[in-house]
């Protein structure tokens, strides 16, 4: 009886070639030098000034803690709607009432985004608007803010701040926003929840 060869299935060729591809490994202590980046890819909302749409993608610098790497991936896809460009109006409200330059579209890793990033004395301001709020959407500001504090407390130093912005037909009852910022807080503890009413953005819109 005939007896076979590994090399004679395809399967180990291929094989043998991820093994030959995948000859050297990485860890982190390989990136010792490297900066770690979050990539704006939309706007900069100026206070005071028309919005100006950014030619590319922004690299913004973050002080690397030691022993810890990020990488830098691609932007995502800008298509806008009513709610992103609600989002855009109700940060440039911000901006404007804060004195604050805020960057908008921002990838924090492949798999996490906020809405907007700044910087202002010393601190790095994280926003996350949530166009026509219903109380269904505050366990996405949950998980999304548990993600952004195991993310980017490995990644840097600066103090966080976490604006939310929530866009409601009806002002919320202030109760509510408490207990909202309340269970947040005890995620992250700078946390500030603001609320605007959708009719006073679209205004602005409009």
Not at 104 to 131: H, N, P, Q, W
Request: glycine fraction near 4%.
């Amino acid at each position: 009886m005939e007896g076979y060869k590994p090399q004679d299935f395809s399967f180990f060729h291929r094989s043998e070639k991820l093994v030959q591809h995948n000859e050297k490994l990485y860890s982190p202590k390989d990136f010792d030098n490297q900066d770690g980046f979050l990539i704006a890819n939309g706007k900069t909302l100026l206070p005071h000034k028309d919005s100006q749409p950014l030619s590319n993608p922004e690299m913004i610098p973050l002080k690397k803690k030691a022993n810890s790497c990020f990488c830098v991936y691609g932007k995502k896809d800008n298509a806008k709607s009513c709610n992103s460009l609600i989002e855009e109006v109700s940060m440039k409200r911000y901006a404007d009432e804060h004195d604050m330059e805020i960057k908008t579209d921002v990838r924090i890793s492949r798999d996490l985004m906020c809405d907007g990033l700044a910087e202002k004395d010393g601190k790095l301001y994280l926003f996350e608007v949530k166009a026509n709020y219903n109380s269904s959407q505050c366990s996405h500001i949950i998980r999304w803010l548990s993600c952004v504090k195991s993310t980017l407390n490995k990644m840097t130093d600066k103090e966080l701040c976490i604006i939310i912005i929530i866009v409601s037909d009806k002002k919320l009852e202030e109760k509510n926003l408490e207990g909202m910022e309340t269970q947040l807080k005890s995620i992250m503890p700078q946390v500030e929840v603001i609320n605007y009413l959708t009719h006073d953005i679209n205004n602005t819109v409009n």
